[in-house]
């Protein structure tokens, strides 16, 4: 095969090319001969990727040479099984974020895949589970660098009674690249390291700046993925109509209409997207500015576009079910946990503590039974807002302080990542269905890895 051209020398990088057409998540296609089974196999590997389209090559961690990830796309019910490599220099998991997975099969940093080890994933998914999941790694220490090189990919569970399937769909996944001056993805700084890492770009399925194509009066379901390290995206379609439909795990019980969308890392949201293109208002998909208390990096100061819409004719708009799902309130809890978040600016060792402690791997920070209904208070006893992820299960948020005052949460849902802003509280129930250590922690990787998580053992 031909080497590689030289890179074009000197000068600096001109910006990464934008406005191309929305590129499809690539699917991970499945080799299972039988129905209800779903076999393939995955590899992390390096990859270089052209990202200019010229001589200059990007070193990136993939999974199977695509970034982001292949698409997962599965049946309620399936049984799954993935053969996986490790083809990086240093160990890794593959960690099945939000799914209802057994603990040993869910990638936990207690069992890493080594460097050129291979290893089985194998679990059943439960009727009822269908919603917008992710794979990530989840190695001790290493889990915001292996994510942020571009290891991460997106899961679809689907069910044969979901009452949107006759809507287009459109996959939108959101990272963030950081380029050093070489082109090459950047180191975290200091700045990252304790803010939660930001780079230049904010890139939907690996382009930066798409164009997605609607139609004027076209329905469309939307699924998103914020697999950034850090940003809390708040974003807004202002010519359109957008129903929230769906949080992390499945459908609402109704579409809620909203202005803007707040996904925090690690969340996923369905949106009913109607095309309403209107003079004088701007058409595309805007990033608005949020304030997460960052001290180091600069806030957002203004609406950024992030992806363009095309209009692209006219088509009859569809009707929608007013009823989507039934989802039951999860009752009066039978235990109840205080969790703090904290930061400790003068230990850079032990900077972020769950109940003031740094995560340990050999500890296990208490125990719960499975089957029962907990409720924990998270409080963000923080400068920052600090988003919350459990493993294992899906929580419904009962209520959260605005401003110090309780208020009761607006209508359910079922999600695995909340953000719990600087200094406000949050209330939210669960149940674990199956035994074993489960971690939950900050989805700000970078906090993750410093030690902002712990583990709970569920008997
Ligand atoms: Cu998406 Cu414990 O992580
Ligand atoms: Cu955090």
Not at 100 to 126: K, T
Not at 159 to 167: A, G, I, M, V
Not at 184 to 213: K, T
Not at 277 to 291: K, T
Request: proline share 9%; aromatic share 8%; charged share 20%.
């Amino acid at each position: 095969s031909m080497p590689p051209p030289a890179a074009p020398q000197g000068g600096p990088l001109p910006p990464l090319p934008a406005g191309e057409h929305l590129p499809p998540l690539p699917l991970l296609s499945n080799q299972a001969q039988a129905s209800g089974r779903f076999s393939a196999s995955l590899e992390a590997a390096p990859l270089q990727a052209a990202l200019w389209g010229d001589g200059r090559q990007t070193t990136f961690w993939a999974y199977n040479g695509s970034l982001p990830g292949p698409l997962i796309e599965l049946w309620e019910g399936d049984q799954l099984e993935i053969a996986f490599r490790n083809g990086l220099a240093q160990p890794t998991t593959i960690h099945w974020h939000g799914m209802p997975v057994p603990p040993e099969q869910d990638g936990n940093p207690h069992e890493p895949v080594l460097p050129g080890a291979q290893r089985q994933y194998r679990f059943s998914l439960p009727a009822g589970c269908a919603g917008t999941y992710w794979y990530h790694p989840h190695p001790h220490g290493h889990t915001a660098e292996q994510a942020f090189r571009g290891l991460a990919g997106a899961v679809i569970v689907r069910s044969k009674n979901d009452p949107l399937r006759h809507l287009p769909e459109q996959h939108l996944l959101f990272s963030d690249l950081k380029l050093d001056d070489d082109g090459q993805v950047a180191a975290n700084s200091m700045a990252d390291l304790h803010d939660g890492r930001e780079g230049q770009y904010l890139l939907i399925n690996g382009a930066w700046q798409p164009m997605i194509p609607l139609a004027q009066g076209e329905r469309q379901r939307w699924r998103l993925w914020n697999a950034s390290s850090s940003r809390i995206l708040k974003l807004a379609l202002p010519a359109h109509e957008v129903l929230l439909v769906g949080s992390d795990g499945g459908l609402l019980a109704e579409g809620q209409a909203i202005d803007s969308l707040l996904l925090p890392p690690g969340g996923r949201a369905e949106l009913v997207v109607t095309g309403r293109f209107r003079d004088g208002v701007p058409a595309g998909l805007i990033s608005q500015p949020y304030r997460r208390g960052k001290m180091m990096h600069a806030e957002q100061q203004q609406d950024e576009v992030v992806a363009g819409i095309m209009r692209h004719g006219m088509k009859p708009t569809q009707a929608l079910p007013v009823s989507l799902r039934s989802i039951a309130p999860l009752g009066a809890p039978g235990f109840r946990r205080r969790i703090v978040l904290s930061e400790n600016m003068a230990d850079p060792k032990a900077m972020f503590l769950i109940n003031g402690r740094s995560y340990d791997m050999d500890r296990i920070d208490g125990s719960g039974k499975v089957g029962r209904i907990e409720e924990w208070e998270v409080q963000g006893n923080a400068h920052m807002d600090h988003p919350f992820h459990l493993h294992g299960t899906q929580f419904q948020v009962v209520a959260r302080t605005v401003d110090g005052m309780w208020e009761d949460e607006p209508f359910l849902a079922w999600r695995d990542v909340v953000n719990v802003a600087a200094n406000e509280s949050v209330r939210l129930r669960f149940v674990q269905s199956l035994p074993g250590l489960r971690m939950f922690h900050c989805h700000i990787l970078e906090h993750e890895d410093q030690g902002m998580m712990a583990q709970i053992d569920f008997l």
